[in-house]
DNA sequence: CTGTTAGCGCTTTCAA
DNA sequence: TTGAAAGCGCTAACAG
């Protein structure tokens, strides 16, 4: 007969079982430096750990130490595409190994703000998409928040480390459409004002392209999901004195959008306009014709972040990002 | 000045600012029932929280009720699409309105299993994509975890509450389908495994509306996203001595990808084959043709979610799941 | 109505 | 090497 209610195994029930104090199974159980434990005591605590079933209760571990094993990752809610999902799972799977549970919190359409969030969790570290203000690092260092990683930002200040170089994606974008010959570029802008942190440097790193090539800025509209709005766009390029002969989406979505605006409007790809994307979805391929693509490697960033924020935490000080040179690769298809 | 290590405010510290006992600021600060507070103190109380910037200590309150205010939603690595994404943030802005936090974790990948994770949060509920084994559910318990919400499931059991109903946009997607004429039906199935959970079900809707309509059972083929592997499916379909004449997609990625393949096999959508997808997408008005498909409400869906488990943490138990009558709309395009 | 007090389960000096 | 004891900050009996 099992009680209706569990009663936590505690530390305690351990040391009586294993007939030692408490101090002593939480010397064990953490492998304290310093302590020197009997083979045979240890055993006995590890074993009676194990027979009673016995898991540390995380919430006193983190009224102690005043911080617990958790990293906080604040996303917007509209970007949750594959791509952020596969760089979430990478995440986890790396915070993971290293003793650090990942959990994600979609910030906005809250109506208590963000800080309860960290109030809630008491997380080691927060990684968010976008820069924090200063008055929320601090109440996030009150809620004994070691670490604030900036994971992407629309313009790096201060307190952004780890930002991921995503000019290097607009780079590697019209650096593509430059060596097949275009000098006019067209830059198809997303729509969603979410987006904004990383559209930025995106369309910044095609100027960076445009600038180093000698060719003109690039001419920027934005284009929602539909093919009505991408076929203005198209419109509008190939209206120009000057016309655009290729773009650079910000996405594949938004490509994908491109793509179906330039058949509404009788524009044949790559022919007509070439049109390259970023992120390389899994539905990239499916694109008629397939869409050229700039691959992002996740599980090395997911690495480069999980090694930069655990040194963090260990050192209790910012370190060096590490170099993220080959984060990218352009995927050639049909398309540009 | 500001101190490097910032103090953490506690509620002795705000009970000395007003000029009263520590449990006069916990009653004041909790509203607690039946403790009626002048409104002197209460107003002194709250002034000096505020001026003090005092925010409670969830671990504490964890530590001491043994359970926190979290809600934690364990997802599978791979099904984060846009779909899922719109209904977590609907799930987050929910939970938020009644004073939960969201946190989402992704299961899978990790060395420590998850159950380090409901021992790491302490939720109140956790909200799984499919069926929690007995084991797992009892440490769950005994990590104070209340309600335990099963999403999604292959195969409702004894603990598969909240299930939604997915089986009905099988059913819709063929209903669609015979009412337009089709007598052999074809299943689009997903490749990957972690997504079976979802399939399984639609497909059973799918079988149930053709036994219902008195047609042959769906012919399943699984299908990649990759136009090649969609194109084998197709032909097979074709080549059939009863050939099917339109197919029911797992989702609108997997419909994409038929739309690929039959470009690819000479195939004409709808005239040749008929396809229906799933999920409305953000991309599916940009196929061409575009997507019929059928649209989730996921924010009536949320809202069901939110007011089931809200009520089981209130009553101790699972109440009866609320109709969730109209969560889907079949949007008819070109393609079916 | 307000204050005192006893823990929640754990870590970590300090003494034995 | 092991044990006793002092809290971390909060809540909720209970006493005043």
């Given at each position: 007969m099992?009680?209706?209610t569990?009663k936590?195994?505690?530390s305690?029930?351990v ?26 005591t240890?055993?006995?605590v590890?074993?009676?750990?194990a ?8 919430a ?9 094993d958790?990293?906080l ?18 995440l ?6 290293v ?24 997380p ?8 924090v203000?200063p ?9 004994g928040?070691?670490?604030v990683?900036?994971?992407?930002s ?14 290097r ?18 830059y ?14 995106r ?5 960076a ?6 060719i003109?800025a ?7 999901l539909?093919a ?8 509008h ?12 989406a ?5 490509a994908q959008a ?16 070439a049109?390259?994307?970023?992120d ?11 869409l ?16 930069d924020?655990t040194?963090?935490l260990?050192?209790?000080?910012a370190?060096e ?5 080959d ?5 050639v298809?049909e398309?540009?």
């Open positions: 099992v009680p209706k569990q936590r195994v505690t305690s029930d040391a009586r079982e294993a007939g030692v104090a408490r101090s002593t199974v939480s010397y064990v159980l953490n492998r304290t430096p310093h302590q020197t434990i009997p083979d045979g240890r055993r006995r590890l074993d009676a750990a027979r009673l079933g016995y898991t540390p209760s995380a006193a571990r983190t009224l102690k130490r005043g911080r617990s958790v990293v990752c604040i996303v917007k809610p509209w970007p949750l595409g594959s791509a952020s999902g596969l760089l979430l799972a990478e986890t799977a790396g915070f993971d190994a003793g650090l549970t990942l959990v994600t919190h979609i910030e906005g359409a809250g109506v208590r703000g963000v800080e309860a969030v960290w109030n809630e969790i008491a080691a570290a927060v990684l968010t998409y976008s820069p203000d008055d929320a690092e601090r109440t996030m260092r009150a809620a928040v070691q670490c990683a900036v994971l992407f629309g313009e790096p200040d201060g307190s952004a480390r780890f930002v991921r170089p995503d000019a994606i607009g780079l590697l974008q019209a650096q593509h459409l430059v060596a097949a010959g275009h000098a006019r570029i067209g198809a802008y997303p729509e969603p004002p979410t987006l904004r942190d990383f559209a930025e440097p369309l910044e790193g095609v100027r392209a445009c600038a180093e090539a000698g003109a690039p001419e920027v509209r934005t284009v929602a539909d009505e709005s991408a076929a203005a766009a198209i419109e390029w190939r209206g120009m004195d000057d016309p655009v002969t290729a773009v650079c910000y996405n594949d979505e938004v491109l793509i179906a605006g330039a058949r509404l409007a009788g524009v044949g790809i790559p022919n007509d306009l049109v390259i994307g970023a390389d979805i899994p539905t990239a391929r499916l694109a008629s014709p397939p050229t693509t700039i691959a992002i490697d996740h599980a090395a960033e997911a690495r480069r972040i999980v090694h924020v040194s963090a260990r050192e209790g000080v370190v990002a590490t170099d993220p040179a984060l990218f690769t352009t995927v298809r398309s540009a």
